[in-house]
């Protein structure tokens, strides 16, 4: 078997898939297999796919109709044969010897997950739009926000303070993925960040490697550039609503009510100075439900009555 399982969703990124799969079968730690699943594409990157198939037995493809990502991530979940698990996005690439540092770190040091740094590679037009670019400029930054000296540390509550909310520079044990059936959630965007979530719920150590290992190509007409202002966007207080059922599940909710609380407040701040959401009406009944059936903090009800006040 295979020690390490790269899964990738591939999706009408012709232009960008080879160097991604160039860089993942490039890997100094070469015993990998390689699932990739193509979801739907209606360029050539199915014939892409096919021909380094036939080159390179690592590879398995999974082709289906177009679900998304998560359905393809899961898809690629559910054949996974190996010890461990990365993820790679189809238009990114990363670095030769990245698989070897995340897996010696892994073994040595027996973490729940290993994470590594990240670079953003800015390859948008000059045509961009503003908001495309605003968010281009901040992206790096926001990595960077989460870099540590290298090193093993504790698994915090605070989950989201201490990890980008991606699934992309990190190496997890597929036990724990199995052993709780985490999956991707089907329609909705922001699903790195709850399944993240599932994962790291039953964490209690990671590593952290201090170097740029990820290497996140922006682009425009990627999922990242493409979320804000739409109508998906209250998806994100879906994802909350979501990420509380699991604390309730998994652990005390009592040691992250509040914590929870802070980041749906933080969330639906952002949501309206970034996101711009185009019903008010559907975002606060999203809140007042949140409210009345999931986190009864104090601090939610402050925050809601201003918002109401405010409308």
Same mark, same amino acid.
């Not at 209606?42 to 390179?56: E, H, R, W």
């Given at each position: ?36 699943? #193509? !979801? @739907?594409?209606?360029?050539? %990157? @199915? ?25 393809? +991530? ?6 996974? /044969? ?7 996005? %189809? !238009? ?43 968010? /281009?400029?901040?992206? /790096?930054?926001?990595? !960077? ?19 980008? %909310? ?17 999956? &991707? ?13 599932? *994962? ?9 490697? #201090?170097? +740029?290992?990820?290497? *996140? ?24 609503? +979501? ?10 909710? #009592? ?8 980041? *749906?407040?933080?969330?639906? @701040?952002?949501?309206?100075?970034? +996101? ?10 999203? &809140?007042? !439900? ?6 009864? %903090?104090?601090?939610?009800?402050? &925050?809601?009555?201003?918002? /109401? #006040?405010?409308?």
């Amino acid at each position: 078997m295979p020690k390490i399982s790269f899964i990738i969703p591939v999706y009408n990124v012709a232009s960008y898939l080879p160097k991604c799969l160039d860089s993942v079968l490039a890997q100094t730690f070469a015993d990998t297999e390689v699932i990739c699943i #193509n !979801d @739907g594409s209606t360029d050539d %990157s @199915g014939k892409i796919l096919q021909n380094y198939a036939v080159k390179d037995k690592r590879i398995k493809v999974i082709n289906q109709s177009n679900q998304g990502i998560s359905a393809a +991530r899961n898809a690629g979940l559910k054949i996974v /044969q190996s010890d461990y698990v990365m993820f790679v996005d %189809s !238009d990114d690439y990363i670095a030769p010897n990245m698989a070897e540092k995340l897996y010696k770190t892994m073994i040595e040091e027996n973490p729940d997950v290993v994470v590594c740094s990240a670079e953003c590679v800015n390859q948008l037009p000059k045509d961009a739009s503003p908001d495309v670019i605003e968010w /281009q400029s901040w992206l /790096q930054p926001w990595f !960077d926000e989460y870099v540590k000296p290298t090193g093993i540390y504790e698994v915090p509550k605070t989950i989201k303070d201490e990890f980008v %909310s991606v699934v992309w520079n990190k190496l997890y044990k597929a036990s724990i993925i199995k052993e709780y059936k985490i999956e &991707f959630p089907l329609g909705l965007i922001e699903e790195d960040e709850y399944w993240l979530w599932a *994962y790291m719920l039953h964490c209690k150590k990671y590593a952290f490697i #201090n170097e +740029r290992l990820y290497y *996140y190509i922006q682009r425009s007409g990627s999922i990242m550039t493409t979320r804000n202002g739409n109508e998906k966007v209250l998806d994100i207080l879906e994802i909350e609503r +979501r990420i509380y059922k699991l604390a309730k599940k998994y652990a005390d909710i #009592n040691d992250y009510q509040e914590i929870l609380a802070d980041w *749906y407040i933080k969330t639906v @701040g952002e949501i309206l100075e970034y +996101r711009k959401p185009k019903d008010m009406t559907a975002l606060l009944n999203k &809140f007042e !439900d949140y409210m009345q059936n999931y986190n009864s %903090s104090v601090k939610l009800r402050e &925050f809601y009555e201003k918002l /109401q #006040n405010a409308k």
